[in-house]
């Protein structure tokens, strides 16, 4: 296995057919892979709209089989073709009435690698997930593809600093981030992109590892996404982002820096697992005194 990889990451609007999404998606796969990218990263739900804008029952009509997509078929295939690993972020109907929020994962050859189901599930003006989506059951896997070791952790869940740990400590080199987050619409005057690129960024210091995080872009209805997609290293420095615009981003990074970031910074060694015990507990507040 080489020590350095192209990583590619799709920023894209998408339009009310999914039918164009998913074909301009293929397009632009291609394109990444043209252009060198040997593992390539959808964002979240790549081949809709952010359906859970709103609450409605006709949202889960959008949810596919993995067992049986002609598209994750077509996927598989196109990776095989074009000799990159996939990274496909879909609604998935797992069975009737039940739908997560999922990844699947494409080797270079076409062999689908696993599927990672997200764990955090958000709720809140205009991101209702908590009626979309049950919470994943497949806990933190990761994939040793062809061209590295990878983890995905699927947008709330890259907030959290638990689940890139985990990732990490089980082998991960790169953790990728499919997202869709944008406006917020109880408070339009702000912005979380920074605090989104500072969050996602900062697990590469913690866990000495590269990120790759991937947003959409463009308006959808009430939203307006505001895309930022970046690669970082293991210092936490972005090494190439894009704007609020379309866009496909390419960089190459060397797996040697994790040696050398981890050599420098001990968190890995110097880890107190033994006294992380509050970790495990729901409700692990502290109690008022006076209660």
């Keep these: ?108 050859d076409g062999t689908c690698l696993g599927i990672t189901r997200k764990n955090h599930i958000p709720d809140g003006p205009n991101y209702h997930e908590k009626y979309y989506f049950v919470p994943g059951n497949t806990g933190y896997p990761v994939y040793e593809t062809q061209y590295g070791t990878i983890g995905v952790g699927i947008c709330w869940d890259e907030w959290f600093p638990e689940v890139a740990r985990i990732l990490s400590l089980q082998g991960a080199d790169i953790l990728f981030y499919p997202s869709a987050i944008g406006s917020e619409p109880d408070h339009p005057e702000l912005s979380t992109r920074p605090a989104w690129e500072k969050a996602i960024s900062a697990h590469g210091i913690s866990n000495g590892v590269f990120v790759a995080a991937v947003n959409r872009v463009g308006t959808e209805k009430e939203m307006t996404f505001y895309g930022g997609s970046f690669v970082s290293n293991p210092m936490g420095e972005i090494l190439q982002s894009l704007t609020d615009e379309e866009g496909i981003l390419i960089q190459e990074v060397d797996l040697k820096e994790i040696d050398s970031t981890r050599n420098l910074l001990q968190f890995m060694r110097d880890r107190r697992p033994d006294t992380y015990e509050l970790l495990l507990k729901k409700e692990a507040f502290r109690t008022p005194s006076n209660v």
Aim: net charge negative; aromatic share 10%; hydrophobic share 45%.
């Design 1 to 108: 296995m080489k020590e350095t990889v192209k990583v590619g990451l799709i920023q894209v609007k998408c339009e009310e057919s999914v039918e164009a999404n998913i074909n301009y998606t293929f397009t632009k796969i291609k394109e990444a892979a043209a252009n060198g990218a040997q593992i390539i990263c959808l964002q979240e739900l790549f081949n809709a709209q952010y359906f859970p804008q709103s609450v409605s029952p006709a949202g889960y009509e959008l949810a596919i089989p993995a067992e049986s997509s002609s598209v994750l078929k077509e996927m598989a295939d196109l990776a095989a073709d074009l000799k990159v690993v996939l990274i496909v972020p879909f609604y998935e109907k797992a069975a009737r009435g039940v739908y997560f929020n999922s990844a699947a994962v494409f080797d270079a």
